[in-house]
């Protein structure tokens, strides 16, 4: 069973770069890509994945706050 990944990164080019490696390699699927904290909290709830690769340094809330909420809605990330 793969393990669901999913990004939260502002950079476009980090987060794009992170895509490319997670879908090249095996064991390992890309769930969502997201590049702030808001999308990410409206959407890995959904999704459920095994992994969040957080930017700490997001635009509006920052990843801390983003991990925050998002852990109590996915105990399992």
Do not use: T
Not at 29 to 51: K, T
């Amino acid at each position: 069973m793969d393990i669901k990944v999913c990004i939260v990164d502002d950079n476009r080019e980090i987060r794009s770069a992170l895509e490319q490696i997670i879908k090249m390699s095996d064991g390992f699927d890309l769930y969502g890509s997201y590049s702030n904290a808001e999308e990410a909290i409206n959407s890995i709830p959904i999704l459920q994945p095994d992994v969040v690769l957080m930017d700490i340094a997001l635009p509006g809330m920052d990843g801390i706050a983003c991990v925050r909420k998002l852990k109590p809605l996915c105990p399992g990330v």
